[in-house]
């Protein structure tokens, strides 16, 4: 059993815990996952990891209610335990397998989309901790689905607010806010982008008509977080790839993002028919 230390609602529908997981605290890394079994025979949902305390023994997930599975996480309290939390897995973001030296010579541009924001958390704080330069672009529709506004900001040199009804901060989408910083001097060497599948498929394009790499992270593909169903594969420089055991970060150029959105909805009138299956479509 796993102890849920803290929860929090974030928006009325996102909520963030801490767990008691010491095990995995230890041996996680920036751009993993673990996989969440509510009860005994609950249904095994992936997330990604979005904070590690290796001191205290804690990770942290945000969780976003959107089906049945995902409700019945965020319907637990502090005191309560999972059945399972089993990870890390998948691999680590490259960036923290290089030397501090290679590291410091780039500079860092994440893109967070929605509920992403989450994941890009650990990235932009393990960089930021080694002294990396590292700018953030933070993006929802409105500004009550806003989340990690505070503590991103204490992790990154600078922090930039896009809401696309204009409600707090840029209004206008990421990639707009990205062209306009590029466009005002802003200069960058990497970028990171993780939220919607649109999103990060424009992200892509506009990286790469600025100049830069960017890495894109296939999370929302993930059901089973084995690769044994299936569902996660898709095409990276013309191969079929798991997400899950493969990623779920890639190369954004090499990812076909059309193919990645069509096997997104493939199932989604069987989701909703089941009041007892999650729907995966969009969660971060």
């Not at 796993?2 to 974030?10: C, G, T």
């Amino acid at each position: 059993m796993y102890k849920i230390v803290s929860k929090e609602m974030l928006t009325p529908t996102i909520c963030r815990m801490k767990v008691d997981a010491p095990r995995l605290a230890a041996s996680a890394y920036p751009g993993q996952f673990l996989i969440v079994r509510p009860e005994e025979h609950g249904e095994r949902i992936p997330l990604t990891i979005s904070d590690f305390d290796r001191e205290a023994g804690t990770v942290t997930i945000v969780t976003q209610k959107i089906g049945a599975s995902t409700s019945q996480i965020c319907s637990f309290e502090a005191g309560d335990s999972f059945a399972d939390v089993v990870g890390p897995l998948g691999i680590p973001s490259d960036f923290t397998a290089e030397s501090l030296d290679m590291l410091k010579g780039r500079k860092y541009i994440f893109i967070a989309g929605g509920v992403g924001t989450a994941p890009v958390y650990p990235q932009v704080k393990w960089l930021h901790e080694r002294g990396v330069a590292v700018d953030v672009i933070v993006g929802a529709k409105n500004s009550g689905l806003l989340i990690y506004k505070k503590e991103m900001a204490e992790v990154c040199d600078n922090l930039y607010i896009c809401t696309d009804d204009g409600s707090e901060g840029f209004h206008g989408m990421v990639t707009a806010m990205l062209e306009k910083l590029v466009a005002d001097g802003r200069s960058y060497t990497q970028a990171v982008a993780i939220g919607p599948m649109i999103m990060m498929k424009f992200a892509t394009l506009t990286a790469k008509k600025l100049g830069f790499p960017i890495t894109v992270s296939l999370n929302t593909l993930m059901v089973d977080g084995t690769g044994m169903c299936g569902a996660c594969r898709v095409t990276v420089a013309g191969k079929t790839r798991f997400a899950c055991v493969e990623g779920p970060e890639f190369n954004g150029y090499d990812v076909d993002f059309d193919e990645a959105m069509r096997r997104q909805t493939m199932y989604r009138s069987e989701e909703l028919a089941e009041n007892d299956h999650e729907c995966k479509i969009g969660r971060g």
